[in-house]
């Protein structure tokens, strides 16, 4: 029931709100501002987020409910500090068959050839991105993913190479930075996802988003991150599930959304 | 009780008290804001048409001078009541007001949208509409809430009504409870399952037979007595169906809709049964429902019958209180 009730805020307070508040400056980028534009595609980013770990969270309850445990499918990817780290904590379910299914087979013998290297990632997500629909965009939302793990695998290998990776804790500096390029890159990623999200990205082609996207990237992190420590450290899971229900009850924003992870 | 990590229990008692205070607190004035909210029909309408399903696929405001169409699909008789109440005390003077009832119109019937239709009109009703509901009607969960929400105050749903304010405040924002003019096209016509289902669902409940509501029938009159005194002429019009679902309209519901609705001469309301009026299979939507064809026809020959017709199309005007 617990887990029901945390699904349940994500779902019909977060996510909605978020869906509700969003709608218009997805419907019409261009009658606002750029600050409010990065706002539309930051809130989508979330909204999907919500949703799906609503979605999974009250999946994961209702099994419980009947004896079955189910493995947990999302943890705080948003907060991941680089994108093979997103993909560990992002759809779990699906990103650990990709794993296993597609990347690790393909990867067999390919350290020698370079094109290889490239080529592992970008296929497997490729496919990842076909897996949502025979969609152009979530092909291009798979390439665009793929490109960012192969280019952070290489340069993986280029620091190990050279020496520059050392053994031990990452400088929490260093870990914010990454959270936040990383952050920056999905949500850049969601553009592709949405149908309306060429002509947001079209209205995005300014200097100064690229100023805009991590500052908002890093204020979300902060707040996200911040959350999640005072909610761990401060509540336990029976207090939560209450304050979760009371919540529901009195924000349920009352919009007929939909679950958008019930379409795949 | 459940026990914290490092907040004692008791703090949380305080904060989720603290929560319900403040949500009761922004319910209110989100209420208040969105009971301040002008509805748009201009006032210069002079005919308005309400009602159900009936009025959103048959009336085309077109065929009449000055006509607006607010019906809304599942719209009972004491919502329309309300709408009007509240048309009325934002300015709006028509002089005649028509309402579709059909034959299931008054009947007390489960409708499985009334969370939605709770939804939408929250902000119209009073006190009285959930005395009678609860008085005469089964017990649904989502009236009960918005009972609590609007007369108690209690903060459930408290999200739905800043929702509402966000939206009445948009440029292009209309109130859930507007309604308008959505004629339905193609035919349904000759699937005999869907008949069955259709009269089942107008005429039984949980497959027994059922009657009509008192609380409809009360509003009926309240509405029929809201018009004479604001001077308003009230046309009740039963809407045409085809012949197979008039066979499968209980003989009782017949008798009492009919003399449910001529009794309101009291009040110089007027009753047109067009119900057995001929039309064609393809002018029929489905078996209760004219398409957009059969509905042109007949926003024709009503806007005829009610005497507001467009200058243009002047013809024979009857206005008898019962055609059949």
Redesign the interface.
Known sequence: MIRICEGLFLKVVLADWLAYLIKPLWESPSAYGLQMRVLALFGYSLRIYFDFAGYSSIAIGASLLFGLKVSENFNSPYLSANITDFWKRWHISLSEWIRDYLFFPLSQGQSRRFWLQWMVPVLAMLICGLWHGAAWNFALWGLWHGVGIAVYQMLQRWRKQRKLVTPGQVHWLRNLMGMTITFSFVTLGWLAFHLDGLELALQLLSPLTLLYIPAMALILILLLGGFRRISDFALSSRWRAIYALTLSLMFYCGMETGFIYARF | M??????PSWI?FIL?TL??VW?VRIKDWFLDANRDYKSQVPNSAKTLLLGDSHTVKLMDPSAWENAVNLGMSGEFIYYSYYKLNRLLKDGCRPHSVIISLSYHSLATFPYFGGAEMN?RYHLLVDRRFYHRKFRYEDLHQSTLARYLGNAIGF??????D??EY?KLR?DSGTAGWMGAYEPATGSRIGKRRSLKAVLRRHFSKFGLPTGLSQAKLEYLNDLARLCQIHGIELWLVNTPVHPDYYKGIPASFIKATDHAASSLGQYDAHYLNLSTEPYKDEEFYDYDHLNAEGSERFSKKLAQLTGGQQPGELGNTKTNNTLK
Not at chain 2, 155 to 160: D, E, M, N, S, T
Request: avoid cysteine; glycine fraction near 14%.
């Open positions: 459940p026990g914290s990590k490092v907040i949380h989720l929560l319900l949500g939804k903060p459930i749903l408290v999200g739905q800043i929702a966000y948009n």
